[in-house]
């Protein structure tokens, strides 16, 4: 297939693939499997590659281990989105230096968006001497390559030069579920919200081809994974640089044909590029969760002009409606924030009134995080920390009262739920998901795990609703 974006040649993935041998022949040398740690942080895409890690260390003779205690390699996949995310990786990457001095030999990995950052990589390599390797999400698929050569003990290794990403398939995967996956569709961002350190962090955006998507969808359906999420950083970009008319709800549709008992969901989508054609898919397929993530981030058009969102209240709310008017029951959730630059507390009382008016089923709640080198942080920011504190708090009240009457409103209704696991009360011994994804609570069988069932909301809170078996 033609497409604008590079492709990793197969000989490039192949070597990787060698070095993994080479790895995994030095690490049977040893008398037990050598030990490996991935710590994940951020958002769903960082997760589905460290599925990618986990597969490449699996490849290499490691066993996966659930926390860093005593292991041989430790992977911390980073979040650069805020400054709060970013200070937790420091306090805990600073902490792993007392396990390294117990254990010289152990390797200490940092990857993901904040290694991308250059004030971040010199902040690594002056003051954070215990780290080994240092890559950014766009060499991921070198990894196999770099650990080697800090096996090989060839000094530290910074790969975190600026790159535009290409893609690479043929990795190994090491899925942590067994009934919920993640697929990647595209990588990357080319929308440069003014706050947003994303398009700078992953690169240009960039589709896989649609085969492989389907291939590997048929292949989760075989084995007999039920919730599959299409990952992308704006997933209604999909197929802008491929060649063909391949677009997002054409993607979703073929997906959605796969044959297979599992539901499709999809994150993220930028209002901007959500069509009447996706609310179509989405309401004529009935394995399309009908569930949007649809981040509207403010109420006020002057503000989301400066957010450079390129879309206006009055057109957020007209996506909203014909949504509504294709998939009446949809389940809406977005992301808001509190407090950009020069937002005046009238204008973030716009974002009030436009959660008053679509009533989100969830809301994930943010209060502005300069980012270095977003052009956002360069704006004046006179309000004080204290008022937008005292803006976010009014917004949290606002959406636990919404989110609680929605949940009301489930009570008495019988829904097609997956149940995906064990509750931590024995009373409600079992979870399960509606089909919209909310949370829900019900004592039952632990053999039901995996099975789609009919169940009764007899109860609900804020944040879940509870139930019980029909
Ligand atoms: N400060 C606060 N929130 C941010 N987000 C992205 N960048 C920032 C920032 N600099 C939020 C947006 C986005 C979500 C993933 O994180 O709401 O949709
Ligand atoms: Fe960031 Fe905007 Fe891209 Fe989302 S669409 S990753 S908020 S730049």
Excluded at 185 to 192: E, V
Excluded at 224 to 251: A, H
Excluded at 275 to 302: W, Y
Aim: charged share 25%; hydrophobic share 35%; with cysteine.
């Amino acid at each position: 297939m033609k497409r604008t974006t590079p492709v990793i040649p197969p000989e490039d993935i192949r070597r990787q693939k060698e070095y993994c041998a080479q790895l995994r022949a030095m690490n049977a040398q040893r008398p037990a499997p050598p030990l490996a740690y991935v710590d994940t942080y951020g958002c769903q895409q960082n997760e589905a590659d460290s599925e990618l890690l986990r597969g490449m260390l699996c490849e290499m003779g490691y066993e996966i281990v659930p926390t860093g205690e005593g292991a041989d390699v430790i992977v911390i996949n980073t979040c650069a989105i805020r400054e709060h995310a970013e200070q937790r990786v420091f306090g805990n990457v600073g902490a792993l230096v007392h396990g390294k001095r117990r254990n010289p030999g152990q390797i200490i990995c940092l990857c993901g968006c904040m290694a991308q950052e250059p004030h971040v990589a010199e902040r690594l390599r002056q003051s954070y001497r215990h780290v080994d390797l240092v890559f950014g999400p766009q060499q991921l698929w070198r990894f196999p390559e770099f650990l080697r050569r800090v096996a090989l003990r060839r000094g530290r290794v910074f790969e975190t030069e600026p790159d535009d990403g290409a893609i690479a398939e043929g990795l190994p995967v090491y899925r942590s579920g067994k009934l919920k996956a993640w697929v990647s569709i595209m990588y990357g961002c080319n929308n440069f919200c003014s706050y947003c350190i994303v398009p700078y962090t992953r690169g240009r955006e960039r589709s896989r081809e649609p085969e492989v998507i389907l291939n590997e969808i048929r292949a989760l359906a075989e084995q007999g994974y039920m919730d599959i999420t299409l990952l992308g950083q704006n997933v209604n970009s999909y197929g802008r640089d491929l060649e063909g008319d391949w677009d997002f709800p054409r993607l979703l549709e073929a997906a959605a044909s796969v044959p297979g008992e599992f539901l499709l969901r999809f994150m993220t989508s930028h209002p901007k590029d959500a069509t009447e054609k996706l609310f179509d898919v989405m309401a004529k397929c009935p394995k399309v969760a009908p569930v949007i993530h649809l981040p509207f981030q403010s109420g006020n058009s002057r503000v989301l002009a400066a957010m450079n969102r390129r879309y206006t209240r009055e057109q957020y709310l007209d996506k909203v409606r014909l949504l509504r008017e294709r998939i009446p029951d949809v389940v809406l959730t977005s992301d808001v924030i509190v407090g950009f630059p020069g937002e005046t507390t009238e204008e973030f009382e716009d974002t009030l009134s436009l959660i008053e008016e679509v009533r989100f089923d969830a809301l994930f709640t943010f209060i502005y995080s300069p980012r270095r080198g977003t052009p956002a942080a360069e704006l004046p920011d006179p309000m004080s920390k204290e008022e937008k504190s005292a803006n976010f708090q009014r917004l949290l009240e606002a959406q636990n009262r919404i989110s609680l009457e929605k949940h009301r409103a489930y009570t008495g209704t019988v829904r097609r739920c997956l149940i995906d696991g064990s509750g931590e009360d024995p009373r409600n011994s079992l979870t399960a998901r509606t089909a919209g994804g909310r949370l829900v609570h019900l004592s039952g069988d632990p053999a039901l795990i995996g099975r789609f069932a009919e169940i009764k909301i007899t109860g609900c809170s804020t944040w879940a609703l509870s139930g019980e078996l029909v």
